[in-house]
């Protein structure tokens, strides 16, 4: 499968406050929380009414929304990531090593996505996301150095562990 971008699959918003947040969301924009997979710390999902469902805005809080710094950012500082959804995922892989570009890999908890994170020329964290079972190949690699870990930085690190 040739690399391709399909469209905006969500934006990661970091919080100190979920329940503000969700408040905000679904009161004030009146979006609707979805599913979301445990990945171990507080979060929610929240999609639009018309989109038939897709989780286009995710909240995230606890340890991984504080970062290096211990306080959770706020303004355009707290946009954690933007995640595309793709195909391709073993061609995007080798874009990625072409370019020396370091990346590190996810496979969503309970879920068939795989995912890529690579970071943009200005520092911002970029997610694509795969549909695993449209995918061939190995799935995305989860060994320490390669796979993704939740608000941890990778960016101005060489290329994969």
């Given at each position: 499968?040739?690399?391709?971008?399909?469209?905006?699959?969500?934006?990661?918003?970091?919080?100190?406050?979920?329940e503000?947040?969700?408040?905000?969301?679904?009161?004030?924009?009146?979006?609707?929380?979805v599913?979301?997979?445990?990945?171990g710390y507080p979060?929610?999902?929240?999609?639009?009414?018309?989109?038939g469902?897709?989780?286009?805005?995710?909240?995230?809080?606890?340890?991984?929304?504080?970062g290096n710094t211990?306080?959770?950012?706020?303004?355009s500082?707290?946009?954690d990531?933007?995640?595309?959804?793709?195909g391709?995922?073993?061609?995007?892989?080798?874009?990625?090593?072409?370019?020396?570009?370091?990346?590190?890999?996810?496979?969503?908890?309970?879920?068939?996505?795989w995912?890529?994170f690579?970071?943009?020329p200005s520092g911002v964290?970029?997610?694509?996301?795969f549909?695993?079972?449209?995918?061939?190949g190995?799935?995305?690699?989860?060994?320490?150095?390669?796979?993704y870990v939740?608000?941890?930085?990778?960016?101005?690190?060489?290329?994969?562990?």
């Amino acid at each position: 499968m040739s690399a391709v971008v399909n469209g905006l699959f969500h934006i990661a918003v970091k919080t100190a406050s979920l329940e503000s947040s969700l408040a905000f969301y679904k009161g004030v924009l009146g979006m609707k929380e979805v599913a979301r997979p445990n990945f171990g710390y507080p979060g929610a999902w929240l999609s639009c009414p018309g989109l038939g469902g897709s989780a286009i805005v995710h909240l995230y809080a606890g340890g991984p929304a504080l970062g290096n710094t211990g306080a959770v950012p706020s303004g355009s500082a707290a946009i954690d990531h933007i995640s595309l959804a793709c195909g391709g995922f073993h061609a995007f892989r080798a874009r990625f090593a072409a370019h020396d570009l370091p990346w590190r890999e996810f496979l969503v908890p309970g879920t068939s996505l795989w995912q890529l994170f690579v970071y943009d020329p200005s520092g911002v964290q970029m997610e694509l996301t795969f549909e695993g079972t449209l995918e061939s190949g190995a799935p995305p690699d989860m060994s320490p150095g390669s796979a993704y870990v939740a608000g941890t930085t990778f960016f101005g690190l060489p290329n994969r562990a």
